[in-house]
């Protein structure tokens, strides 16, 4: 979930409660909080429809390169950023890494608070663009420099983020309606639960189609193609 810097609300999630019955685990948003006010979301299970809603998300415009961070204790600005200092590069018959951290690239982490500030560029100098506001989201980086990560989000937007808001657990947006939580990697296995489209969960395991996923308490298996936050080859162990 973002927020564009004045022209877009910030929006929080409502709270949950206990329920019984078959589960079906569901993303709900409900209307703008106080920062001071924000908290975790927690899973929420009605009777009769039986939803869980708003499921805990406690679980991790386009960048443009500008100027470097201004230079320690000074206040005076570093040189602009050449284009090849944020490329990545690509090993001789290896993959594409960044300049950074040798790690591939583009990869994907998750947000490991639940407030943090996208930039137009990688630095503290720069204009923020954006703001997240949902803890455990998947991102996926595509740039590095220095401390700074560009990052984008399910729908394409992003930024350059700090890199110490980023974290190496793997989390998921299921990108499917009603989608079965199965007790087996295969078609027509018993299902657990089932969770709404836009659900955060966190990986256990992937195989080359199927994915083990957890949210709010019950965790199942889910064909790889319905999420988004994992790449098609991925094995994740």
């Known amino acids: 979930m973002t927020r564009r810097i004045g022209t877009r609300p910030a929006r929080a999630k409502g709270r949950s409660a206990p329920g019984i019955a078959a589960l079906v685990l569901a ?32 679980r991790a415009a386009e960048a443009e390169a500008g100027a470097r961070e201004e230079a320690a204790g000074t206040g005076i600005a570093a040189p602009p950023i050449r284009p090849t200092e944020v490329t990545p590069v690509a090993a001789p018959g290896g993959p594409v890494v960044g300049p950074e951290t040798n790690l591939p690239l583009p990869r994907f982490v998750s947000l490991k608070t639940s407030e943090a500030n996208v930039r137009r560029g990688p630095s503290l100098s720069h204009r923020i663009d954006w703001v997240f506001l949902r803890r455990d989201m998947p991102l996926q980086i595509v740039a590095e420099y220095g401390h700074w990560r560009r990052v984008v989000d399910r729908e394409g937007l992003g930024g350059w983020v700090h890199y110490s808001l980023l974290s190496g657990v793997r989390t998921v947006i299921v990108d499917r309606d009603m989608l079965p939580l199965l007790a087996r990697p295969e078609e027509g296995a018993p299902a657990a639960a089932q969770v709404q489209l836009g659900v955060v969960a966190r990986i256990e395991e992937c195989q080359p189609d199927w994915c083990r996923i957890a949210a709010g308490g019950y965790r199942g298996w889910v064909p790889k193609e319905a999420l988004w936050g994992v790449g098609a080859d991925e094995i994740l162990e």
């Open 27 to 58: 993303l709900a948003a409900a209307g703008p909080a106080p920062a001071q006010d924000r908290a975790p979301l927690r899973p929420e299970i009605r009777p009769a429809t039986l939803t869980v809603a708003t499921l805990e998300a406690a």
